[in-house]
């Protein structure tokens, strides 16, 4: 009879689930952190005069979720420690450029389109999760021409041109 039963898996070491309970109660206590949960789409009240249609769509897609107050709050982004990266990462997004309040100086607009061009933006980190984020070079070529049109650019004109 013994032959026929099952063979019982080994146990885990003590120290093994302790750590794993530390880790769980540690995620149920950061849960209690007040930051990072607390998401705040204002009003938009001027966007830029977008040259086209296309140079908007391409900044819906791309940069709308960090800089504008047209954020869409996935899940995770309220889950810390998640939730306080999304949290902070749109707060230092929007101030340093927010399509949703262009009736203030947005500092940082003429070296949106240098910043795209170079694909520092969007970051790498948010187009993993979110995919159709995504520039193929054709898309991030023209939505660097729309962005200069739109924006301006900080680029030095070259001279004779």
Known sequence: MAENAAPVPPRRPRWVRRILLGLLAVFALIQAVPYGRHHV????????????????????????????????????SHIAPASWFVQSHVEEAREELNFSEFQKTQKHARKAAEEVEEGEMPLTSYVLIHRDAKLTDAERAEFVKGLKATLGSDEKEEKGK
């Open 41 to 76: 789409n204002p009003p938009v009240v001027k966007e830029p005069a977008w040259n086209s249609p296309a140079t908007r769509a391409f900044a819906v897609r791309a940069c709308f979720d960090c800089h504008s107050n047209e954020c869409r709050w996935p899940w995770y």
